[in-house]
T-cell receptor, first 111, second 113 residues
Framework: DGGITQSPKYLFRKEGQNVTLSCEQNLNHDAMYWYRQDPGQGLRLIYYSQIVNDFQKGDIAEGYSVSREKKESFPLTVTSAQKNPTAFYLC??????????FGSGTRLTVV | DQQVKQNSPSLSVQEGRISILNCDYTNSMFDYFLWYKKYPAEGPTFLISISSIKDKNEDGRFTVFLNKSAKHLSLHIVPSQPGDSAVYFCAAIPGGATNKLIFGTGTLLAVQP
């Protein structure tokens, strides 16, 4: 069964720590994306990658970093520079026909 | 600068009636629009889409209407069912070289039995 797997589902971070959210897809999609959801603000694009070893900043990239070393994987690191990291994070992938698939999300909480 | 706007944060409808969710956009270069349904703590699931060259697309109980001159689209759900209760996001794809989605802020639909 093809799909996107995000892990972990829940993640707690201490102030000043970096954390990495995992996103893996087996859909053979070229493009992958990271979105952040906050109450009342919809889903905002953090980073996206259209091809291996290439990625671009989205609307709210500050305090985040990504890598795309393999087609299947697009991990997101939330750094200590991100001032308000508590949110619900969604990973997605797409093909050229606008067929988007989303993961089930990771809830990050700063403690 | 919100390019895709859903001005109604919530909507309550009786079961069996029509639900109409609205979405406005500012960029006339958007060439594809999608609607997603989302439950809490889950990823969005695709509902229906429409290309900018069309003004209507229908799939079962769901119909999307596009008014390009008004930069407005709407999702009609008829008849509404309690299981339709969720947050609905409209999204647009700018076209060009990328497929990145630009989302609206969402509308919480509550269908009352």
């Amino acid at each position: 069964d093809g799909g996107i797997t995000q892990s972990p589902k829940y993640l707690f971070r201490k102030e000043g720590q970096n954390v990495t959210l995992s996103c893996e897809q087996n859909l053979n999609h070229d493009a992958m994306y990271w979105y952040r959801q906050d109450p009342g603000q919809g889903l905002r694009l953090i980073y996206y990658s259209q091809i291996v070893n290439d990625f671009q900043k989205g609307d709210i990239a500050e305090g985040y970093s990504v890598s795309r070393e393999k087609k299947e994987s697009f991990p997101l690191t939330v750094t200590s520079a991100q001032k308000n990291p508590t949110a619900f994070y969604l990973c997605a992938s797409s093909n050229r026909d606008y067929g988007y698939t989303f993961g089930s999300g990771t809830r990050l909480t700063v403690v | 600068d919100q390019q895709v706007k859903q001005n109604s944060p919530s909507l309550s409808v009786q079961e069996g009636r029509i639900s109409i969710l609205n979405c406005d956009y500012t960029n006339s270069m958007f060439d594809y629009f999608l609607w997603y349904k989302k439950y809490p703590a889950e990823g969005p699931t695709f509902l229906i889409s429409i290309s900018s060259i069309k003004d209507k697309n229908e799939d079962g109980r769901f119909t999307v209407f596009l008014n390009k001159s008004a930069k407005h689209l709407s999702l009609h759900i008829v008849p509404s069912q309690p299981g339709d209760s969720a947050v609905y996001f409209c999204a647009a794809i700018p076209g060009g070289a990328t497929n990145k989605l630009i989302f609206g802020t969402g509308t919480l639909l509550a269908v009352q039995p």
